[in-house]
């Protein structure tokens, strides 16, 4: 098979939301008018962020889920996507799945796929960028948390995290795995919430990128954070994979007092659990998480990709 063949078998279906789609130069989209473009990109590497053996109709679901996160986190509705991707090989049996399971999520919201580049390397490598639309002025910024915000996340946290170690527990496995992106959340957030982020790389430090570019500190209570079920098991390993485990692809986000009620309503609506698990403070960039006896608790701040060489 050729490229081009790959190309027109795998990732060439006709775009809907898009004036020229795969196949051209470029592809052409026309935004609608008042509307920003919101634009991203995310890499996933083979041995990296994913093992070789992996479940390739899970892999093109994540590889789209990631970056629809980072839209649903500035408050984007998602649009277009571009795969540049690069193989070893011609896996027909991969390609078929990986893209069945790209094409699902994406027609779930929506995005078209107009264009990528194909080529072969020894290591398997999916990028997707990804475009979304976002009314004039109302993106979320990291930078717009405020004293006196109360601090609220979506869903439950420390499930993928718990899924590196426990993989035989299914539903941890689900979220590692098949995270599901809060694009509705991110898309209602707007005018509700200040700042927001999405959970990539553990809680502390993803709050920490917001209260670094805000300029502001944070009280967190760990009781309220809402975490996966499965801890009950592991009860050793819940404090780190809440506070620092990665993947989870929730939302935090930061909102004033007088939004509580518009925002638990909001939560009944899309039937997605939204906790309020602290506050933002005047002053220091610093993350304080109190215990249920109200004492500071010790946590691991971050997750840097460059860390191990
Ligand atoms: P060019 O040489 O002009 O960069 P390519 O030969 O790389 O174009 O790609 C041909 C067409 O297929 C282009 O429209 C490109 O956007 C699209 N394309 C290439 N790879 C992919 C892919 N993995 N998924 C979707 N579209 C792709
Ligand atoms: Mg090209």
Known sequence: MTEFELIKRYFDRPA???????????????????????????MLV????????????????????????????????????????????VDEAWLEAFSAGLFALAARYGVDLVGGDTTRSAVRTISITAIGEVPAGVALYRAAARPGDDLW?????????????????TAAAKRLHEPEPRVELGERLRGLAHAAIDISDGLAGDLGHI??????????????????AFFDKFPRLEKDCVLSGGDD????????????????????????????????????????????????MAYRPGFDHFAGG
Not at 20 to 42: Q, Y
Not at 60 to 75: P, T
């Open 46 to 89: 083979e041995g990296r962020h994913f093992a070789a053996g992996a479940d390739a109709r899970a892999l093109g679901h994540k590889a789209l889920a990631v970056n629809l996160s980072d839209l649903a986190a500035i408050g984007a509705a998602p649009r277009w996507a571009l795969l540049a991707l690069a193989l070893p090989a």
């Open 16 to 42: 809907k939301n898009a004036l020229l789609g795969v196949g051209d130069d470029c592809a052409l989209v026309r935004p609608d008018a008042g509307l920003e473009l919101a634009v991203t990109s995310d």
């Open 211 to 228: 209260l670094g570019r805000s300029r502001v500190g944070a009280v967190v209570e760990y009781a309220r954070i809402p975490r996966n």
């Open 153 to 169: 996340v979506s869903g439950e946290l420390g499930g993928a995290a718990l899924a590196l170690q426990h993989p035989e527990i």
């Open 249 to 296: 692809y929730e939302l935090v986000f930061t909102a004033p007092q007088e939004r509580r009620g518009a925002i638990e309503a909001l939560s009944r609506e899309l039937d997605l659990p939204l906790a309020r698990i602290g506050a933002i403070q005047a002053g220091e960039p610093k993350l304080v998480v109190l215990d249920a006896q109200g004492k500071p």
